[in-house]
């Protein structure tokens, strides 16, 4: 009888043993120069091995912790993991079981959309999309759950999901890599979106950009875009800020337009909410606060101040704002689609802000209809009156002669809302977690103003879907099933590119070992390498969009030169 100690020595010698048979077999083939003989092996969605498969994964599907930094939807940033949410479970081992259910299952991550999510079963995302593309594997999740049963840690995330799409920031309560969204999954928030959601975070991101642009002035112009901003945090933008409305020229502005700024409260809120005009009454507080400016730096609050879109361009006498619509499938690397959306009319009326102290419009539409309860025939008549789409927008300008030609939508208008798109995304990407499962749709707010001057006015994070309009719920439903396809394109392709190379290394590039941790990967850094690339998102060939899909894509870099902003940014602005 051997002892348990020669025991151990005899079968280290023999996992010894193997590795060295296996590095002489080998030799010093590489991924790249064994194209031929493994891709007879790939024609299949499915693991040769998938006992073998797990365990490679197993080392190579390495679990990087996030920073509570990159939450900063809430200020200051941090997670939220004690705190028990939805009554779901927080399952340390739950990525494993996921591992364990993509080697047996691998097909369903082709043939199937599964979906986890936190809507509402009256909303359209879950009582129409959903059903209409794929499954609900955990309907009984919601915010309609008794108080009690959220409350618990009751619920098991179930391991055959693979689309999370919730209105909530579940990163936040669940850790990413470890109790939800594995490998084989795509989540709809990115840690590091709060940049665009919280006003100072993207005035300030504004303004970083704007300067490190200073010598290429033809590269971004802040005014095309964004109106002039002064963040009173800021002393040298506090100080000029103070120094201008204490000139004669501002009193001169004044005299002129009525209103000159506005000043926004920094954190989350939209539709108007934080906003104030910077009329008579407000500039005296300001000037109070500040001390005529001799207090900057020393005042803590974010207050934000911004030039005011004074000469709106009306529809009929009412003010309106574009919503369109941005889809940021991947942060490695970043791609994002744009999406038309639709004009949002006001039902009241507008009334220019006189010249007096008062005054209290914002730069958004206010009591629009699409934010007001709208659940009976008369409100969808209102609605359907008060959301117009970019056509109806071209007619009615080119019937009051602002514009020549249906063209202009084309060849100004959406031309202009993409490029935007393209450099808000630039302008914050430095903030988003690089993670090849997390994307976002946001809602972007833009105005015209009377001389037809496209204004940003601010990004909505889980913005509301929703409509009593048949015509705008068709459009906002195909929209939704166009971007799952996208989302869904990208995880099928990183899927398939995962079981291609767990194939080739399952042929004769690791040894098997069933004694101590299941398997042995030499030049293992190579191969976490190696699997890093593999795992960014790049569409695969066979899963390429379809045509008719209505998501344009502006951003890919995967894509060398101006063609990864689809020309909107030239080579020298790179």
């Known amino acids: 009888m051997f002892s348990l100690r020669t ?13 060295l048979i296996f590095l002489v077999n080998s030799g010093s083939k590489s991924y790249a120069k064994k194209q031929e003989l493994y891709t007879q092996h790939l024609q299949q969605y499915k693991f040769n091995e998938p006992v073998l498969a797990f365990n490679i994964l197993r080392k190579l599907d390495r679990f990087r912790k996030i920073s509570s930094d990159y939450f900063n939807t809430l200020k200051p940033p941090r997670s939220l993991y004690y705190e028990k949410f939805l009554g779901l479970k927080r399952d340390e081992d739950y990525c494993l079981r996921v591992r364990g259910y993509l080697v047996d299952h691998p097909e369903t991550y082709f043939n199937e959309k599964n979906f986890m999510t936190d809507f509402s079963p009256e909303s359209l995302i879950r009582s129409k999309v959903i059903p209409d593309i794929g499954y609900d594997r955990m309907p009984n999740i919601s915010f309609l759950l008794p108080k009690k049963e959220r409350e ?17 920031p579940l990163h936040l309560y669940q850790e990413i890599g470890r109790n939800f969204l594995c490998l084989p999954h795509m989540y709809n928030h990115i840690p590091g979106i709060g940049t665009l959601a919280r006003k100072e975070l993207m005035a300030k991101a504004v303004i970083d950009y704007t300067t490190s642009y200073q010598k290429r002035p033809q590269c971004f112009e802040l005014r095309k875009f964004f109106p002039e901003t002064f963040l009173l945090d800021n002393k040298e933008h506090c100080t000029n800020f103070f120094r201008y409305i204490q000139a004669e020229e501002y009193q001169n502005e004044k005299r002129e337009k009525g209103i000159v700024f506005i000043r926004k409260t920094g954190g989350e809120g939209h539709k ?17 606060t500040y001390d005529n400016g001799a207090k900057c730096g020393d005042v803590e609050k974010s207050h934000i101040i911004q030039r005011y879109i004074y000469n709106p361009l009306l529809l009929d006498g009412h003010k309106f704002d574009i919503r369109v619509y941005l889809l940021i499938v991947s942060t490695n690397p970043v791609i994002a689609y744009y999406h038309d959306g639709f004009l949002r009319v006001s039902e009241y009326g507008y009334e220019a802000a006189d010249k007096s102290d008062s005054g209290d419009d914002d730069d958004s539409p206010t009591r629009l209809l699409a934010d007001a309860p ?21 007619d009615y300008l080119r019937e009051n002669k602002l514009i020549k030609s249906r063209k202009w939508i084309d060849e100004y208008l959406r031309a202009s809302l993409q490029e935007a798109l393209i450099h808000i995304v630039r302008m914050t990407q430095g903030s988003y977690v690089k993670h090849s499962g997390v994307y976002e749709l946001l809602g972007v707010d833009f105005m015209l103003d009377a001389n037809l001057n496209l204004w940003y006015l601010e990004s909505n994070i889980s913005p509301v879907i929703r409509s009593t309009a048949s015509l705008k719920e068709k459009a906002l439903r195909e929209m939704l099933v166009d971007m799952f396809e ?5 995880l099928k392709s990183r899927v398939k590119r995962i079981i291609d190379y767990v194939n080739w290394l399952s042929l004769d590039q690791v040894v098997d070992n069933k004694y101590l941790d299941g398997v042995i990967i030499p030049n293992i850094e190579d191969r976490f390498k190696e699997f890093d690339e593999l795992n960014k998102n790049k569409l695969e060939s066979q899963f390429n969009i379809t045509e008719t899909n209505g998501w344009v894509k502006i951003i890919d870099e995967n894509v060398e030169g101006k063609g990864r902003y689809m020309g909107y940014i030239h080579a020298e602005c790179l």
């Open 374 to 394: 709208a659940n009976n025939t008369k409100e969808e008549k209102k609605e359907s009156y008060n959301t117009w789409d970019l056509e109806k927008l071209s």
């Open 152 to 168: 618990k840690r009751k619920f098991d995330i179930k391991p055959n999901i693979n689309l999370f799409y919730f209105s909530s």
């Open 7 to 19: 025991l151990v020595l005899i079968i280290g010698l023999l996992n010894a043993a193997a590795v």
């Open 486 to 490: 996208i989302v869904h394109s990208h």
């Open 272 to 288: 108007g909410e934080g906003i104030q005009v910077v009329n008579n009454e407000e500039e005296k507080a300001l000037l109070n």
